[in-house]
Structures are given as C-alpha cells and as structure tokens.
C-alpha cells in the first residue's frame, strides 16, 4: 500500500471521528452507540479484516498449481 492510500485512510478516519462527536453525539438509541468512536473504529476493523480475508482466499483458493487443470 502506498504512502498516499494510508494518507487517505487517515483524513477518513479523522472525518469520522469529527462527525462522530458532532453530529452523531445525541444519536444514542442502540448499545453501541454510547462507545466513543465506534463506528470509525469498527469500520476501519472490518477493512483490515476484508484485506487479509481476501489475501487469504487469493493465496489459498485462487492461486493454483500451473497444473492444476491437466
């Protein structure tokens, strides 16, 4: 990953974090809501677990032997 997508990934996450306390800070009607920065923080958990499912699936499922369909 670049220099410049972690940047990125970065500013989102700062974003969030700024919405998240002004204008989602009255919004509280499930659980989780009451949990500072939830929603950045389980978003940028479920990127992080996307990517290394998808390295796994690639590495393990997709990448097949050259011979694999002889």
Do not use: Q
Not at 34 to 57: H, L, M, N, T
Request: proline content about 1%; aromatic content about 26%.
């Amino acid at each position: 990953m670049k220099n410049w997508h972690w940047i990125i990934l970065g500013i989102l996450f700062l974003v969030t974090l700024v919405f998240e306390f002004t204008f989602l800070a009255d919004y509280d009607s499930h659980w989780w809501n009451s949990i500072p920065a939830f929603y950045a923080i389980f978003g940028f958990v479920s990127c992080i677990v996307i990517i290394y499912f998808a390295k796994f699936i690639a590495k393990n499922i997709v990448n097949r032997d050259i011979n694999y369909y002889d």
